[in-house]
Structure formats: C-alpha cells, structure tokens
C-alpha cells in the first residue's frame, strides 16, 4: 500500500503554459486552422504531460501482462484456458500481433506474468505471479483486497523500470482466456448497467450463450457486492490479476509524466479502475481505438475519453496501442518538423 500512496501524492496536472504555448505554435504552423485533428489535441496533451513543447516519443514500449480467471470454469469464454500459457511465451519470440504492430512502430513489448493458471517456461517473461489464476468470482471474491493492491503495485513497479529504462512513450496490453467476463463486470459496478446490455462475444463466444454469460457477472456482482465508488473493492471482487497490473501501470506512468496509450476492452477497464482510483491519471490517457467488442463504446463513454480510430479491431495484446504509437509519434513530427507562417518567411 505503500508504492500505491506514494505514487498517488505524485501524479500532477497537465501543464497549461506549455499547452497554450504549443496550441500557439500548432495554430500557427502553414496549415488551414484545425487540419490536422485529433494530431492537434495529441500535440497540445503531449506538451501538457511532458511539460515540453518538443518532446520525444521515440522509445516505446508495449506491457502486455497475463493471467487466468477462476470464473472460466462458468463455461463464459470459448477457447481453452491453457492458451494464455501458450500464447504468453510467444509474446516475446516476436510471433504475436502485437509483435509484429510493434515492429512496425519500432515498440519493445515487454511480458508480465500477473497470475498464469500454470509456470511459464520462458525466462523472458517477467515472473511476478500472484496466484495461479484469480478465484471464480461467481462464488466469492477473485482476489483478496491485498492481492488487488499487490496487482497495482507491480504495475507501478513494471512502469517505473520502463521509465526508468528511458522509455518515453508507454502502452498496456494483455493475454487471459476470459478476461472480458471481469472486464464486463468492472464496466456494469462502476457505469450501473445491467450486464445484459453490454455484455458481448470476447473472442468468440456463440451468441446463444450470451445470455448465460451475463447471468453468471450478475451473479457475480450479487454475491460480491462491490462497492461501485471503490475500486480497489471492485478489482479485488470482481476484476483480474492483469487488469489490477495494467490500472497499475496507468498510475505509475501518471506519477512519471509519460504519456500512455490505452488498448482494447479489457485495457479500458483497467484505465477506469485507475481514473476511479485517481482521477488525474485521466489527463495522461491516450486511448488508441473502438474496440469491436459489443460494449466497447459505452466503455469509452465510461472513461470519458475518444479514441483515435475504429477499424474493428478487437483481439487485446496491445495491437490497437502499438498502431497508435504512430499517430502519438506523427504529432511530434508535426510540432517539430512543420513550419509556422513566420518561420517559412510568409507575411501573408
Ligand atoms: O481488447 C479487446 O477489445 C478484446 C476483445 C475481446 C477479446 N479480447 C482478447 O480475448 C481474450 C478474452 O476473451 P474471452 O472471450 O476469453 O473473454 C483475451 O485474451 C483478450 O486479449 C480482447
Ligand atoms: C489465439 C488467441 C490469441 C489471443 N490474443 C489475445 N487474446 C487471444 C485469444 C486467443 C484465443
């Protein structure tokens, strides 16, 4: 708990002066005013968070964390839980989607092993299980409130060796066979929805068991009672090891002042249990895409934030952030390397 309160005193406001000072120069660059969209906000945020009317974006790093989920056993996810065992090691030999959006951007991606229902045989993904998969939440807590603080720190401890590291530009992605079930859950506590009106496939769950689905998160949130203005109660009862990592990481960026890009379903609810526990971490928030996951939009209303792009994605790992990347890296471009009217010697 102590990580966790010290890393809360820490994360400021955005920086107006240099905000103002960037939305100047952007306004002013040889360009028809506002042209360059969401480029211009991204800019303006950047400076904010950077408290730098130039800063740099170019060492980038995607966190993807894994874990497993007790409420598997409900029958609310379609593929076996072992894949996220597979998968994971596969994270760092560079063969996932994520790998190959991140070779792109010129990202590393970085693996965590939050809480894998089995051992991980890959020395390159960073062992810090808590529990071999969180509890079935549709019969009592996942989580104790110790391991839901234990989940935020090492996210803040993840973020604060990246940093540390000279990363400059931070992501959140994540690997667990049925983490849309507590992603759905966080979503209905903390937005008072019925589970029944967003509740959707992951990936891939046949829509005649959507039903079913919904049922066993109301069941959840019954027996649990979480209470919806906690959400260190909320992530313990109803939440994930990777997500309580991520949420973590958005708080340890936050202190740091760097930037973060925010991925898909699962990411969002692990961004809204952050701004939830802290609302400034809001302002340092890039969220990357729509995800395609039925209650993606509501989510992102949830959050309050819009994101950059919506082009169906919606398979997790940090692929929607690591495509993101370049829209965060092309707003520094443009600041940089764009001239204003005066610069390019127009009297006009
Ligand atoms: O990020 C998203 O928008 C997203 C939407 C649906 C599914 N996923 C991925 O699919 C897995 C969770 O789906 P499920 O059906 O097992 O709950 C998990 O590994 C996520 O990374 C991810
Ligand atoms: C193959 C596979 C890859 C994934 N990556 C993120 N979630 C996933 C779920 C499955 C099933």
Do not use: W
Not at 202 to 226: C, M, R, T, Y
């Amino acid at each position: 708990m102590k990580l966790l309160n010290q890393t809360l005193k820490k994360i400021g406001l955005l920086d107006q002066e240099t905000m103002a000072k960037t939305k100047n120069r952007v306004d002013n660059l040889f360009k028809p005013l506002g042209s360059l969209g969401r480029l211009e906000d991204l800019a303006v945020q950047l400076a904010g968070i950077t408290k730098n009317s130039f800063p740099t974006v170019d060492k980038k790093v995607i966190i993807v964390m894994s874990a497993d989920h007790g409420v598997y056993v409900e029958g609310v996810a379609p593929d076996p839980q072992i894949i996220t065992a597979l998968q994971t090691p596969n994270f760092v030999k560079g063969i996932t989607g994520v790998c190959a959006f991140a070779k792109q951007a010129r990202a590393d991606v970085v693996v965590v092993d939050m809480g894998i229902a089995s051992d991980i045989d890959e020395p390159k993904v960073i062992n810090r299980k808590i529990r071999y998969g969180t509890s079935n939440m549709a019969k009592g807590p996942a989580m104790s409130r110790e391991e839901a603080i234990k989940s935020l720190e090492i996210g803040i401890e993840i973020a604060n060796d990246q940093i540390d590291q000279g990363k400059n530009l931070l992501a959140t992605g994540e690997m667990g066979i049925g983490n849309t079930t507590p992603s759905t859950a966080i979503f209905s506590v903390i937005g008072h929805l019925d589970p029944e009106t967003i509740v959707g496939i992951g990936a891939g769950l046949p829509i005649e068991k959507l039903k079913h689905k919904a049922s066993v998160i109301k069941k959840a949130i019954a027996i649990n009672q979480p209470n919806p203005k906690d959400a260190i109660d909320i992530l313990s009862k109803v939440g994930g090891f990777e997500i309580g990592g991520m949420a973590g990481v958005f708080i340890g960026a936050a202190s740091r002042r760097i930037p973060i890009v925010v991925d898909g379903f699962i990411a969002t609810a692990a961004a809204l249990l952050a701004i939830t526990i802290a609302p400034k971490v809001k302002d340092f928030l890039i969220p990357s895409h729509h995800t395609a996951e039925r209650g993606g939009k509501i989510a992102m209303q949830l959050l309050g934030l819009t994101p950059l792009f919506d082009i169906g994605l919606r398979l997790g790992e940090g692929t929607g952030a690591a495509l993101a990347f370049n829209f965060v890296e092309a707003a520094t471009y443009m600041v940089k390397e764009m001239a204003t009217r005066e610069e390019a010697g127009l009297v006009i």
